[in-house]
């Protein structure tokens, strides 16, 4: 299913998908219960329809005002000033029932745009953690920001542009047949006709140019942020020139292409003027020898001009929106296609509430694979009983952080179960099991945020006061209030103002105010120095205090007061037991420990 959606292609687009991408969108824009949205669609079309009943209605007005004009005599003063107000009122009125139409329409393309983007983004947030694994989270946020664009830009031209364009050319082909004759709108139509074909099949040969300056483009732009994100390295081996010419060389891709794309969007429109004054030049000389004959008035001859100047002057920009709307809606495709990939973690229909009373975790024959070719975990059996501690160490790639995955059921178990006092997390809801688990992981990314936001994300609803006993707890309140803007400091992309022990405080403390049963320590302290490593250490005895808890541990000194240490090893508890017991077998743990114990003394006789 990920394979398939990840090689949807634009090409494959262009096979009608089109129409596909606007069915998905129809629903937004009359939502089913909003009266209001639909009311405002409605007035819409009705606003929309009449600005171009003005817009038609000029030339006409024109033609009368020059008839009339022509026919006064030299003695006569009386100007047809009853037509020149309508005139002009019909001016005022084209725009105003525009700008009107855009007022009325405004919320329902908004409200359709925020919908569309918070269902995506929340459809996203409910997606299995190895789908978010195979994919660049800025990939994800550029999607749907260039889908959100495409929506904008399909409202606007679509609705208003394309749309209105095509009432006009029918009204004015019904103008003109109705006035001059089927010879008048049959021509019109035509030229019309040979326009947009030529325009749309001109501009569709041109996308390889656009598309060749976007790759150009984006691969200048990669080149350059990556030069300068390694700034340092190249320095160090005195690379500013190699960093210039393999920018220049995007740059000279880009700009092959720029010069292609701008010189025949110059025979784009050289056509367009081509087949415009074609048409245009029929329909005067056919005007003309009515005028002569006096089929024809000179009011209307000055008429049909304007009609056919009117007609032709929003098709100059079609070029232009025809690529942008098929861009549009190959990012809208894209965005959509986002919904289509199925939640693989879902709630049974019939799935409850976790009731927790105790907090054990049992671990039943349990067996998971990532990939069906390696197998991570092999009929794991074992339990943290109410209040204990157990700690599961063992070298990396053993399968421990998969443990704590399955865990917060971000994957399912292959076979076996996972059961909190005895309930199968696949019966509950994954809201209330995750609301139950505090966790305290290996690498802690905070939020680009204050200290305060990202203390306080562990329960939302936590007032300032419980905020503060929770740092007090994290052992780094102190901290806090030293600083210049105390609780409102911010902490940086990932919270890399602060250094690794003051974020893992921050983490502790977001864990203790969640008030959890269980907690969960993923390698909390692996990536810290030996002192830091101790004080948080404390933080966390402190924490843990009367509630069950899993320890994923790299360094065995952080465990050597548990209940029960399992060794990992190949998806498999080889050895379980306290550490005493464990560092008296002899086997697989305690040779962990000698390594260990030699590796922090080798450490420490470098320091000194």
Request: with cysteine.
């Amino acid at each position: 299913m990920n394979k398939t959606y990840k090689n949807k292609s634009k090409n494959n687009f262009a096979s009608g998908k089109e129409w596909s991408v606007i069915r998905k969108l129809l629903p937004f824009l009359w939502p089913i219960g909003q009266w209001e949205m639909k009311f405002r669609v409605v007035i819409a079309i009705i606003l929309l329809i009449l600005a171009k009943m003005a817009t038609v209605a000029v030339p006409a007005v024109f033609g009368k005002v020059v008839d009339l004009l022509d026919a006064l005599g030299s003695e006569e003063v009386i100007l047809p000033i009853a037509l020149l107000i309508g005139y002009g009122l019909l001016r005022v009125g084209q725009q105003g029932f525009a700008e009107l139409r855009d007022f009325v329409f405004a919320r329902v393309g908004q409200r359709a745009i925020r919908h569309i983007a918070l269902i995506v983004f929340r459809h996203l947030h409910s997606l299995a953690l190895h789908f978010h694994l195979d994919r660049q989270t800025g990939g994800l946020s550029r999607a749907i920001e260039r889908g959100i664009k495409g929506i904008d830009f399909l409202l606007r031209f679509m609705l208003f542009n394309i749309l209105p364009t095509l009432v006009e050319i029918t009204l004015v082909c019904g103008i003109l047949w109705s006035l001059f004759g089927f010879i008048f709108s049959f021509i019109t139509l035509i030229t019309v006709v040979i326009y947009v074909a030529f325009t749309l099949l001109f501009t569709e040969w041109r996308l390889k140019f656009r598309r060749a300056m976007n790759e150009s483009d984006n691969d200048a732009n990669t080149k350059a942020i990556d030069s300068l994100l390694n700034y340092e390295t190249v320095k160090y081996f005195s690379n500013e020139e190699h960093e210039a010419k393999r920018y220049d060389a995007s740059l000279i891709r880009y700009e092959g292409a720029a010069v292609k794309s701008l010189t025949t969007l110059s025979l784009l429109n050289v056509g367009q003027g081509i087949i415009i004054a074609f048409g245009l030049t029929i329909l005067l000389i056919l005007s003309a020898k009515r005028v002569s004959i006096g089929e024809m008035s000179i009011g209307e001859f000055a008429a049909v001009n304007l009609y056919m100047m009117q007609l032709f002057q929003p098709l100059n920009f079609l070029g232009f929106v025809y690529r942008e709307i098929r861009q549009s809606l190959v990012d809208m495709e894209y965005m959509f296609g986002l919904l289509e990939v199925e939640r693989e973690i879902k709630d049974r229909t019939e799935a409850k509430d976790l009731s927790v009373s105790h907090g054990e975790i049992r671990y039943e024959n349990v067996s998971f694979s990532y990939d069906k070719t390696r197998a991570i975990l092999k009929d794991l059996n074992f339990e943290v009983s109410a209040g204990r501690k157990v700690a599961i160490v063992g070298a990396s790639g053993a399968g421990k952080s998969t443990i704590s995955r399955l865990l917060f059921r971000f994957y399912d178990v292959d076979a076996g179960k996972i059961t909190i006092d005895g309930q199968d997390i696949r019966d509950i809801t994954q809201s209330s099991l995750r609301a139950s688990i505090g966790i305290v992981p290996q690498d802690t990314v905070l939020f680009n945020d204050t200290i305060y936001y990202n203390v306080q994300y562990g329960r939302p609803s936590a007032t300032p006061s419980e905020v503060e006993e929770a740092a007090r707890m994290a052992h780094i309140h102190d901290f806090i209030i030293s600083l210049p803007d105390g609780y409102n400091t911010k902490v940086g992309e990932r919270g890399l103002k602060l250094s690794g022990g003051e974020r893992q405080r921050v983490s502790i403390a977001r864990t203790i105010l969640k008030q959890p049963i269980v907690l969960l320590f993923d390698e909390a302290t692996s990536a810290l120095d030996t002192n830091t490593e101790r004080e948080i250490q404390k933080s966390l005895e402190d924490v843990s205090a009367d509630r069950t808890t899993l320890i994923i541990a790299h360094r065995l000194s952080t465990v050597v007061d548990a209940d029960e240490i399992l060794v990992l090893d190949g998806g498999s508890i080889i050895e379980r037991g306290r550490h005493e017991v464990l560092l008296a077998a002899k086997g697989e743990y305690a040779s962990l420990w000698a390594r260990q114990q030699e590796a922090e003394k080798r450490n420490l006789h470098k320091l000194g």
